[in-house]
């Protein structure tokens, strides 16, 4: 919050331990990896064509959202000075709106469909967080910062759900607890990354007197979005209809 002189708190930089960061965040990155790469489905770490890209898109979709929905409070109070319970309708116009994604997707039938869903989430989260980017940047209203917020919210909502029932069709019935922990791991370790991540790009940018520079959390957040929708259209690939034949003839045979 602002001190009685009108700035910000001092910040310390991490300049003393800076050149030992990249270092230390490639062994890290390494060992998630290596351990990744063992829990989760073969092929899920190049986002391969059916339940692997859906195992990628949960963990992108997690870390693009949660990697920014911590800092959006940090965002509202210290930039703009609004109040904690001020700060908090952001997300509580997230929430809803993510309800609304939600209950959008359940009523969008046919394959077809559901993969241009699947997209348009991905897709508006982009655009969502691009508003909220821009409108910091620019020094625009703090209301459209928490507008592109909600848009994030509804893209959440719409592509979110999909990815479990994805999981669960794209699984045989004796690998569906398998698969949805899997789903739920891929979840956890990439918020979690994009979470340390953006505190060390937060930390490493912040300056004396002036509020926390969120812009660098934002961008690889749409980064992460992006990602999502530019490999969404395999979940329904080539390799996904073979899973759901195979599915479908297993049944047949029971």
């Avoid at 001092?10 to 960061?21: D, F, K, N, T, Y």
């Avoid at 979470?195 to 926390?212: N, V």
Wanted: charge should be positive; hydrophobic fraction near 55%; glycine fraction near 10%.
């Amino acid at each position: 919050m602002p001190s009685e002189q009108g700035g910000f708190p001092a910040s310390p930089r991490l300049e003393p331990a800076w050149p030992w960061m990249p270092l230390a965040l490639a062994a890290a990155a390494a060992c998630t990896a290596l351990a990744a790469r063992r829990l989760l489905p073969a092929g899920a770490m190049r986002a391969k064509c059916g339940l692997p890209s859906v195992v990628a898109m949960r963990g992108l979709i997690a870390a693009a959202f949660f990697g920014s929905e911590a800092f959006i409070p940090l965002l509202l109070t210290t930039r703009y000075g609004w109040s904690l319970n001020a700060a908090g309708l952001a997300l509580t116009a997230s929430a809803l709106m993510w309800s609304a994604g939600s209950a959008i997707q359940a009523r969008l039938k046919g394959q077809c469909a559901r993969r241009r869903g699947l997209t348009a989430g991905f897709a508006a989260m982009a655009a969502g967080l691009s508003v909220s980017l821009l409108s910091v940047a620019m020094g625009w209203p703090p209301l459209l910062a928490v507008a592109g917020w909600a848009l994030t919210g509804l893209g959440i909502g719409l592509s979110f759900p999909m990815l479990s029932v994805l999981t669960m069709q794209l699984s045989r019935p004796d690998e569906q607890g398998r698969n949805a922990s899997a789903l739920q791991l891929s979840d956890a370790l990439a918020s979690s990354a994009a979470l340390a991540l953006a505190g060390l790009l937060l930390h490493a940018r912040a300056q004396p007197s002036a509020p926390p520079d969120t812009l660098p959390i934002l961008a690889m957040s749409i980064l992460l979005a992006l990602a999502g929708a530019w490999i969404s259209p395999r979940a329904f690939g080539a390799g996904a209809k073979a899973e759901s034949g195979l599915e479908a003839a297993s049944r047949q045979k029971a």
